[in-house]
């Protein structure tokens, strides 16, 4: 439970944050998103509260109890394994180096310094012993939690990046529109814009999947080149695409989807004649409760555009509503 509960607030933590102006601080590539939420992984209260437990339980015990615990001292030395293993799965090499220094802290003065003081004969043996378990066990860990990490970020980046476009995924939209919607409601607003091919499944019946597929690549191509590294586009499904516009005004994005529009109509497909594309455009307004309003709002306006006869771009207008 611990560690589901960690990778979520990882992924969330990882998306809020923001640079000096308020837009995002990371990168919006697909792999860009995948090591954000594995390297700021942070470890959960839980983990923490359990981790502070162990370390002082090993380091009171020997002190509050010298002569009940003298038979046990190395089983209770052993407990700071605990925070060893919490910390190193969250944090790699950092972690667990972090709790083999304060470990050795604490041991150190418990059985150096302290214990002489109250007359207590150091138990160099222990000591030694405690040493090498622990610096052993630290080595095994972060070797492991590192190969940990590496198979999670493999993971995030498949789940981020559609295989076709290789643009991010719409998990990945999702993921990114839900914290920029929270952004929006601290005072950051956001547009999106959506896209559809027109006539998209007619080229596909006519010509097959495999150029089909190749004119898919070709208007990510478009989307990628004629976008800032702050946005992210991705594939939103089918032949749908989103774009996410941080501080952009429902003005600005349009003018950023006319360009898009145009750069689509000067694709020269393989095969057959190149297909258009439509646009609609929304941006987060006061009051919303929802990130989905952004993108049904800006569904509408798509609707619009095509009932128009696509090949164009259309801003919401909530007066007219569309």
């Given at each position: 439970m611990i560690s589901l509960l960690g990778e979520r607030e990882a992924a969330t933590d990882a998306a809020r944050s923001v640079g000096g102006?308020?837009?995002?601080a990371y990168g919006t590539e697909p792999h860009e998103l995948a090591r954000s939420a594995v390297e700021d992984m942070p470890p959960p209260p839980s983990a923490l509260a359990i981790s502070f437990l162990a370390l002082a339980t090993a380091t009171s015990a020997g002190l509050a109890w010298p002569e009940t615990v003298e038979i046990y001292s190395g089983f209770v030395w052993l407990l700071p394994l605990i925070p060893l293993f919490l910390?190193?799965?969250?944090?790699?090499?950092?972690?667990?180096?972090t709790v083999l220094a304060a470990t050795m802290v604490a041991l150190t003065g418990v059985e150096v310094v302290v214990e002489p003081l109250l007359g207590e004969n150091v138990d160099w043996?222990?000591?030694?012993s405690v040493s090498v378990v622990l610096g052993s066990v630290t080595l095994g860990t972060g070797w492991l939690s590192?190969?940990?990490?590496?198979?999670?970020?493999?993971?995030y980046r498949l789940?981020?990046?559609d295989s076709l476009t290789e643009l991010p995924s719409r998990r990945a939209l999702e993921f990114f529109l839900e914290r920029q919607f929270a952004e929006a409601r601290r005072g950051h607003p956001f547009s999106v814009v959506l896209f559809d091919l027109d006539d998209f499944k007619q080229y596909n019946d006519r010509y097959g999947h495999g150029p089909g597929?190749?004119?898919?690549?070709?208007?990510?191509?478009?989307?990628?080149e004629s976008s800032r590294r702050m946005n992210v586009i991705g594939r939103y499904g089918g032949e749908e695409f989103l774009a996410v516009l941080p501080g952009e005004e429902p003005r600005d994005a349009a003018a950023f989807a006319e360009r898009i529009v145009e750069g689509v109509r000067e694709i020269e497909p393989a095969v057959g004649e190149s297909c258009t594309i439509s646009a609609g455009v929304a941006g987060?307004?006061?009051?919303?409760?929802?990130?989905?309003?952004?993108?049904?709002m800006a569904d509408t306006a798509l609707y619009d555009a095509k009932e128009l006869g696509?090949?164009?771009v259309r801003v919401f207008d909530e007066q007219e509503g569309s």
């Open positions: 102006d308020g837009r995002p910390l190193a799965y969250y944090r790699g090499w950092e972690g667990a180096a043996r222990l000591y030694g590192d190969s940990l990490h590496t198979l999670r970020f493999d993971a789940a981020y990046q597929d190749d004119f898919l690549r070709q208007v990510a191509r478009v989307l990628s987060y307004e006061r009051g919303m409760d929802a990130c989905e309003e952004v993108v049904e696509g090949d164009r």
